[in-house]
């Protein structure tokens, strides 16, 4: 899917022009100027955010016991929404590498808010009682988002794009304050495959297990702020890649963590890849972006994933 992305698009580039773009590079050839400047650096996007997406979801399914859970459904992506809304209209920040802290504050007080609420009561968090608190905050949230767009013309031209969710039109200027955010979270979340593996017994297996319930849940909401808070920040709330690839991974390795992380990691880019070339060339003109590609594959695969019985089960 990596070459494809670099070389499908409205206009068609060899494999022989990408090559001499990449080793050899010519400035005065526009196609070779298109894969350096416009392909190549959506892709590079388009592999760092699949990962963050997928393994965030991966992590939130197995945190929470929900195989139905990914980072829109819980909030997280509302809270990195809001937070960027709220730097472009009321602070006037426009450039990525600018509101990316306030998209990581988002989602991390989302996650904690959709856990804390969640955890109310005498059963402690249910993956039910955390589903219901991220589809009210989620709600909320997108409400106030909205709000904030609408009231300025400058917020909603500068969030239009970015809002359906867009790995095109993006600088690799971006990738100095990124990598290391989703490299670190990455890191931390394919740690914790162990501990989650034991978590999935219940809290007292787990404790008897040896894991630090304390330390495996901060260490997973702090891997989860930092992929979703930096792939939002970077692409928009991107829908249903979190979501759907745990599965389908799930359904070729069981339920062990130890696989399903790293597995998603490399899948989950190249399903954002395809939908991105998808969305390149469906249309006569113009482009569908990849936002809205992923929300009209997910919609489907979610309710297929409802009426399936013991699909993917946790």
Known sequence: MTVLSVMVGARGIAPGTVWDALFHFDSSSDEQVMVRELRLPRTVIGLLVGAALGLCGALIQAFTRNPLADPGILGVNAGAGFAVTFAVGVLGLTDPTEFIWFALAGAFALTVLVYVLGSLGADRATPVKLTLAGVALTAVFSGLTSALTLKSLKTLDVTRFWDVGSIGGRSLDVLPVALPLIGAGLLLGLFSAHSLNALALGDDSARSLGVRLGATRACVVLAVTLLA???????????????????????????????????????????????????????PSGELRVGLVTALVGAPVLVALVRRRNASGL
């Open 229 to 283: 808070g930096t792939a939002v920040a970077v692409a928009g709330p991107i829908a249903f890649i979190g979501l759907m690839v745990p599965h389908v991974v799930r359904w070729f390795t069981g339920p062990d963590q130890r696989w399903i992380l790293p597995l998603t990691v490399l899948v989950a880019p190249a399903f954002l890849l395809a939908a991105d070339v998808v969305g390149r060339v469906v249309l």
